[in-house]
């Protein structure tokens, strides 16, 4: 698939970039920097073929820059799909999709939160606070933030790449999105191609 190539060009042209010059920085001249890209297809059905690309760029900072890429390509159309193709109406399932995806993080999240021992509670407050302003923040209604998603057989899986919704340490997080959220909103040729009723 043409897109996977210019994702994985596009990652060695920024992995390249950033490495660091070994005659101002003699330290890493010796340091193994590593830049790594593992395709996957993780669903398929006769509409669908879904793709996650997963790896990490070492440039030599204080840890590896992590690489999350999702990829649907229709079947019939022979084309990559962004979320908004399969709507009718994709601003207003960009909103519906934000509040139940900042909905399942919070959940999630912020039952993470330290416990009361482990932190006071002011510092257990700012932790709460500092994390609902994060997902909020990864969760907007628009295309960028609703960039990547996967097509399986229940449903949407939403994306966030590290940083996005929560700190580096959390890594990527996912929400699964049942297709009776969403299924009034798909364009007709796409509710069959989801199992859904026309």
């Known amino acids: 698939m043409q897109a996977l190539h210019e994702h994985a060009a596009a990652a060695k042209r920024e992995f390249m970039q950033a490495l660091p010059d070994p005659q101002k920085f003699p330290e890493f001249a010796s340091r193994q920097l590593q830049l790594l890209i593992d395709y996957r297809v993780t669903a398929t059905s006769p509409a669908f073929i879904s793709v996650r690309g997963k790896g990490m760029m070492d440039t030599g900072g204080a840890h590896p820059i992590p690489l999350d890429a999702s990829f649907v390509f229709d079947r019939q159309a022979l084309r990559l799909l962004s979320l908004d193709d399969l709507f009718e109406d994709p601003a ?13 993080l919070e959940k999630k999240l912020l039952a993470q939160a330290p416990g009361k021992d482990e932190a006071t509670p002011a510092v257990r407050q700012e932790w709460l606070d500092n994390m609902r302003r994060m997902i909020a923040a990864g969760t907007k209604p628009d295309a960028k933030d609703f960039g990547q998603f996967q ?8 994306v966030f790449p590290p940083y996005q919704v929560a700190p580096y340490v959390y890594g990527t997080q996912t929400v699964a999105v049942p297709l009776e959220v969403f299924a009034g909103a798909l364009k007709p040729h796409y509710r069959q191609a989801f199992g859904s009723p026309q």
């Open 92 to 104: 207003s399932v960009r909103k519906l999709l934000a509040d139940f995806a900042r909905k399942a």
């Open 151 to 158: 097509v399986d057989a229940g449903g949407l899986l939403l």
